[in-house]
């Protein structure tokens, strides 16, 4: 059953964040519903509406949802994280409200908790515009991801998360307004030693029009990487790239003093101080980082 009130802990809250999804959000509520129900499990619905210009609202408040509305579109994030901030409950379940995850999971995803912080869909397939090119430019961002996450994501950007929400709170800061939330929400619980697990999902094409933009959003979720991995153990980027600068520059220098003109250049000093200052400032932002942790 729906609890709206009442005392909230281990109370689960269900967010969907939505812009313009009047055409599947009936049947995302209904399934929903239908899961919490048969499992027996108290929950609140709520529904952000992130300035939608169709019957979106109406739908949730005529369903009986807690509705929360942004007066202009201003991003899947921000209308992930005003969800968030607004949830009575101690636990999130996270999906969109187009219909392409499956209520069925959610479940099999309250399981892991409390033993794992936030549990993760893997989702089998991939839909939308330029899809064979989606496929390979997400797989290619996602080893990009493990690689300086040193550990494995299997879906770096999924909308489907059940999640605690005290820790959600502690990065809610650094969660950007635009569809690269759900990657930072995933790096901020795994860059910090948090207990993720990624269980597989179905995913399914969306009821409605995508809002997903192929360049811009794709240029945003690297940024989004390397802006985690910077903030949370800088050393693991700037470190490699000091490495590979002082290798640059003794190899020029060989060649300089013995193939070339006999002779150090400027070009060499400035490429290997470079390095060596370029590794002291990782050094010092890593001592930064280690000491806001404390």
Not at 218 to 243: D, H
Request: glycine share 8%.
């Amino acid at each position: 059953m729906t609890m709206e009130s009442g005392p909230t802990e281990g109370r689960i809250s269900i967010v969907l964040p939505a812009y313009n999804e009047e055409m599947g959000l009936g049947s995302v509520i209904r399934d929903i519903r239908r899961v919490m129900e048969k499992e027996g499990l108290a929950y609140e619905l709520i529904l952000v509406d992130d300035g939608s210009t169709d019957r979106t609202a109406a739908i949730g408040r005529e369903q009986g949802l807690r509705v929360l509305r942004h007066p202009v579109n201003r991003g899947s994030g921000a209308a992930r994280k005003t969800g968030i901030l607004s949830a009575r409950g101690d636990i999130i379940v996270m999906m969109d409200a187009d219909g392409t995850y499956p209520a069925d999971s959610i479940p099999e995803a309250l399981r892991y908790l409390p033993e794992y912080d936030q549990v993760s869909g893997v989702r089998s397939r991939e839909f939308g515009r330029l899809r064979f090119l989606r496929t390979v430019v997400k797989w290619a961002i996602r080893k990009f991801a493990s690689l300086l996450a040193k550990r494995e994501i299997p879906d770096l950007n999924t909308g489907f998360k059940v999640f605690k929400r005290d820790i959600a709170l502690k990065y809610i800061h650094l969660l950007p307004d635009g569809f690269s939330c759900t990657t930072t929400l995933t790096l901020a619980f795994v860059c910090n030693g948090h207990f993720v697990k990624h269980i597989p999902i179905e995913y399914f094409p969306r009821i409605g029009k995508t809002k997903f933009h192929p360049v811009k959003d794709t240029l945003n979720y690297v940024v989004t990487i390397l802006r985690m991995i910077m903030y949370f153990n800088p050393l693991r980027i700037i470190l490699p790239l000091s490495f590979l600068l002082a290798v640059i520059g003794v190899l020029k220098t060989i060649y300089d003093v013995y193939f070339k003109v006999y002779d150090m250049q400027e070009s060499d000093i400035v490429i290997l101080m470079t390095a060596v200052i370029l590794g002291v400032f990782g050094l010092l932002a890593d001592l930064i980082v280690t000491q806001g942790k404390r």
